[in-house]
């Protein structure tokens, strides 16, 4: 990968995870609001005949407001980065939701041995795909080396 496209991957860092942050922000949100029309509706509660106040519930609005930047800052994102290096982060949102909803949404369950499991084997994805992009900037590297024309690469 040349040099100024590995910066800018990099640099693109910091807005992934803000868009990351503001996806799982907003998703949390829009639980809290469901949530609030939920307990305001009683045992009469249906999503269709609800759906008014869930749409003008104030968290509902601050969630799809902080989702829909999210969706913004990620198009910043895909100018700058790779989509093969970027789209791997957003597993994160993942493991984010399953150790943030316990904390903040009363009466969700801490993670049972299978959320655990996936959260795991998500980060090992995560850090294998990040690893396998290593090493194939060290394959092209050795390549541009005097050892031949690196192959898909106009010269």
């Not at 269709?48 to 969630?63: C, D, E, F, P, S």
């Not at 800052?73 to 791997?88: K, N, T």
């Given at each position: 990968?040349?040099?100024?496209?590995?910066?800018?991957?990099?640099?693109?860092?910091?807005?992934?995870?803000?868009?990351?942050?503001?996806?799982?922000?907003?998703?949390?949100?829009?639980?809290?609001?469901?949530?609030?029309?939920?307990?305001?509706?009683?045992?009469?509660?249906?999503?269709?005949?609800?759906?008014?106040?869930?749409?003008?519930?104030?968290?509902?609005?601050?969630?799809?407001?902080?989702?829909?930047?999210?969706a913004f800052?990620?198009?910043?994102?895909?100018?700058?980065?790779?989509?093969?290096?970027?789209?791997?982060?957003l597993a994160v949102s993942y493991v984010a939701i399953i150790i943030v909803s316990p904390l903040t949404l009363p009466g969700e369950r801490w993670p049972d041995f299978w959320k655990v499991l996936a959260i795991v084997l998500i980060i090992a994805g995560v850090l294998c795909m990040a690893q396998g992009e290593k090493a194939r900037e060290k394959r092209l590297r050795k390549l541009r080396c005097g050892q031949g024309p690196v192959p898909g690469e106009k010269e």
């Open positions: 990968m040349p040099e100024d496209k590995r910066s800018k991957n990099l640099k693109a860092i910091p807005l992934i995870i803000f868009s990351v942050s503001l996806m799982v922000t907003g998703q949390v949100l829009e639980k809290m609001g469901i949530r609030d029309v939920q307990e305001r509706a009683g045992d009469s509660f249906a999503f269709a005949t609800h759906i008014w106040l869930i749409v003008i519930n104030r968290y509902v609005l601050i969630g799809i407001v902080g989702y829909g930047i999210s800052v990620w198009l910043l994102v895909l100018s700058m980065a790779d989509l093969s290096f970027a789209y791997p982060f």
